[in-house]
């Protein structure tokens, strides 16, 4: 008789709890100010609301016990409260910028490897960018171990990115999860970001995510640009350097309302100096000035309705050659060898995310983004024009299935590229349009694993449809241990008289023996990220490895004659291997450490053989070390990296003296800086590449540049010597 009154008592209980509610408030800690729009939700559940404009809300209680509440608000560390059937609840948030979580921020916001993501991310926050002058970019990379950084060529000084041993055209590079880097722009677009507009960088290895596209291929790097409702009211930036550079960036943001936000971001640089640092005759950066400007607008109802919308512009005007080139006077002389480049971008975007009211977990969005990118350049006599317009749309809806634990993200998607281009005397044309349905579902047990699985179908009007699946599965090992697994196939048209510089920066005759088809890979990769104490300091080790296998790829052929380039669709096999160890380490308060060794294997075949990828070091290691005193007074940082050898394509068929050697020696760069701060600025000095080594030779047959031997595309190493550096920074919160 006592078990059933039992049973009936405990039904009885149950029922009542789930009859009932939880009335409460959310508000700043502090202030004490109501937060309209906090999302409060019991997790591992559906059930969750939003506050009103009094920060009150009402919850039914949990479905199942033992349960927490847990309470978000944009600016605020979270809070999660165990239920211990509280009819009442006011939580009290903390806003994340209070003196305890400012400096956790700060820590984080150097380089940060969560362990809680599915995905294998690396975060790069605006301490670990001003470690170096960061004026674009291509240079925000310098301390950074995963991404390479090189220079293309030895006329233009511009800089490109590599990822697991792979050009940056196969990493899908993104701003705010749209199209960022791509197209036309794959070679300058970098330099077109100064590194002061920029608020963090996400760095994915592998595949990413279905719901960015189908581009990526070896990596995924997501850039995210300040915001107004976050960002200062005023920012001046100012950088000069002893080569002739100078660049200013001027920020200003204007808060209307609770609602309404605007922030105009602006850049003007240029290169005045014309240097020559390996005396080959030839300018080791191109002269000229680049300016920009990005405006955007924020419009925020809290768990309602969220819109972005803005425009950015650059235009971009550089000159190169011959010391004695002048660009005014010389482009009919064919005596003297020059080198002119016009780039001209606009761009517009739109985002917009719409809430559902009483549940968080539950959202539409859509992002829009359309632009126009110019590219025109000359190198001697050769002759390019390029043009693109571009347009993408994006509609995400995402939600949950029953509980927390299982999420799903669907949409459609569609990419209009026009594209337009001349070398010398042949034209081409083409016109790409390529819509698309995607659907990723992650599963989740809190502190146990994670599960991402994503399928997007494509379809290309000229080349039919893709099918791309990709899959991540995270393991908690430990609760500060986890081990990842990726999988998962891209695809990419590839443009490639932009994105080889043998073209443009030789006199090699350019043989295009085949139609170009889309290049389609393969990424596999296992990661392990270890967080643990050292003497009670705390210390992060990342061990990876990653594989890219090649159904078809464009092959830039070097080797089989020395005069000429040989473009046609992969015959054979093609692959790169990539293996990364780093330790982050804290001896000390304040004071970082930074030790990282990566081996590469990258092989294409090549006319029948198969050859390790020219222009790539196997061995790369890296250390940066980082000191801070209290309050950031004083700021120290120094990185020092260790190139190993790269393979030369074949020079064996030039003439005597106009050979290079099989394969670079190794070699070894060191940058420093010191920044001094103040209340309200800060000014640093710096150095990079201090023990001054350029690459010798770096031209093939300099004296004759309008010759059939004339080669300045073959760089291994750095092209600019000792460059030293000040610069001032000043906000006004």
Aim: proline letters at 3%.
């Amino acid at each position: 008789m006592m078990k059933y009154l039992m049973f009936i008592l405990t039904l009885f209980t149950i029922k009542q709890i789930t009859a009932q509610t939880i009335r409460g408030s959310v508000m700043d800690a502090h202030t004490r100010e109501a937060l309209q729009g906090a999302s409060v939700f019991w997790l591992h559940s559906s059930q969750g609301t939003i506050t009103d404009a009094n920060g009150v809300f009402e919850i039914s209680y949990p479905t199942k016990v033992p349960a927490s509440m847990v309470v978000t608000y944009i600016g605020y560390l979270s809070d999660t409260t165990p239920f211990k059937q509280q009819t009442e609840l006011h939580v009290r948030l903390k806003p994340s910028n209070t003196l305890n979580e400012l400096e956790v921020a700060e820590t984080k916001e150097a380089t940060s490897f969560s362990t809680i993501t599915t995905l294998n991310r690396e975060s790069l926050g605006m301490k670990e960018l001003k470690k170096a002058a960061c004026c674009n970019l291509s240079e925000s990379f310098e301390a950074n171990a995963t991404v390479d950084v090189t220079y293309s060529d030895a006329l233009t000084g511009a800089k490109q990115i590599k990822l697991l041993g792979l050009d940056g055209s196969y990493t899908q590079i993104l701003f705010e999860l749209q199209p960022g880097i791509r197209g036309l722009s794959t070679n300058y677009g970098l330099s077109h970001i100064p590194g002061s507009w920029v608020q963090s960088i996400d760095i994915t290895k592998g595949v990413g995510s279905v719901v960015g596209g189908y581009e990526s291929m070896s990596g995924q790097i997501n850039i995210e640009l300040l915001k107004p409702e976050k960002s200062e009211r005023f920012h001046l930036n100012l950088y000069a350097g002893d080569m002739g550079r100078y660049e200013s960036n001027i920020h200003l943001v204007h808060r209307f309302n609770k609602n309404w936000s605007t922030l105009l971001l602006t850049h003007a640089s240029t290169v005045t100096q014309k240097n020559d640092f390996n005396s080959d005759g030839f300018m080791d950066i191109a002269t000229g000035y680049q300016l920009g400007a990005f405006n955007r607008w924020k419009y925020e109802n809290p768990g309602k309705l969220m819109a972005s919308f803005g425009i950015k512009v650059n235009y971009d005007n550089r000159s190169g050659g011959q010391m004695n080139y002048n660009v005014k006077a010389d482009n009919d002389n064919r005596s003297i060898y020059g080198v002119g480049i016009q780039t001209k971008h606009i761009e517009g975007f739109s985002k917009m995310a719409l809430g559902f009211a009483g549940r968080p977990y539950k959202s539409v969005g859509l992002m829009v983004n359309a632009r126009t990118y110019e590219h025109d350049a000359f190198y001697g006599f050769k002759n390019y024009e390029g043009q693109e317009q571009s347009l993408h749309a994006n509609l995400l809806y995402q939600t949950i299935i029953n509980t927390s634990d299982h999420k799903i993200k669907t949409g459609v998607s569609y990419m209009l590229d026009n594209y337009k281009e001349r070398y010398i005397d042949s034209s081409f044309k083409r016109m790409e349009s390529v819509p698309g349905v995607f659907a990723e579902y992650n599963y989740e047990r809190l502190n146990k694993l994670s599960l991402l699985l994503g399928l997007r179908g494509d379809y290309h009007n000229l080349f039919g449809t893709f099918i791309n699946p990709r899959a991540h599965l995270k393991i908690n090992l430990a609760p500060v241990s986890v081990l990842r697994f990726s999988a998962g196939r891209g695809m990419r048209v590839a443009n490639v008289f932009i994105e080889q510089p043998a073209i443009m920066a030789s006199n090699r005759k350019v043989m295009v023996e085949e139609a170009f088809k889309p290049e389609v890979s393969w990424n596999y990769g296992i990661s392990l990220t270890h967080k643990f104490k050292v003497a009670r300091k705390n210390a992060t080790l990342v061990i990876d490895a990653f594989r890219t296998d090649f159904e078809n790829k464009i092959v830039t052929d070097l080797d089989r004659n020395a005069q000429e380039i040989h473009l046609y669709n992969l015959k054979g096999t093609s692959y790169a291997n990539s293996f990364q160890t780093e330790l982050n380490y804290e001896p000390i308060k304040r004071l970082e450490v930074r030790l990282a060794y990566k081996w590469q294997d990258v092989r294409t075949t090549y006319s029948g053989n198969l050859l390790q990828k020219p222009l790539i070091a196997n061995n790369r290691v890296l250390f940066n070390i980082a000191y801070a005193t209290k309050f950031d007074k004083w700021k120290f940082d120094a990185t020092a990296k260790w190139f190993g050898q790269n393979r030369i394509p074949n020079t064996s068929g030039n003439p005597d003296g106009l050979r290079m050697e099989s394969y670079s020696k190794p070699y070894y760069t060191f940058n420093a800086q010191v920044t001094r701060g103040f209340k309200k600025f800060e000014m640093y000095i710096g150095a990079e590449n201090i023990f001054d080594f350029v690459q010798a030779n770096q031209i093939i047959d300099p004296k004759n540049p309008f010759g059939n031997y004339f080669d300045a595309s073959m760089i291994w190493g750095p092209v600019m010597g000792r460059v030293i550096y000040v610069g001032f920074r000043m906000s006004i919160k």
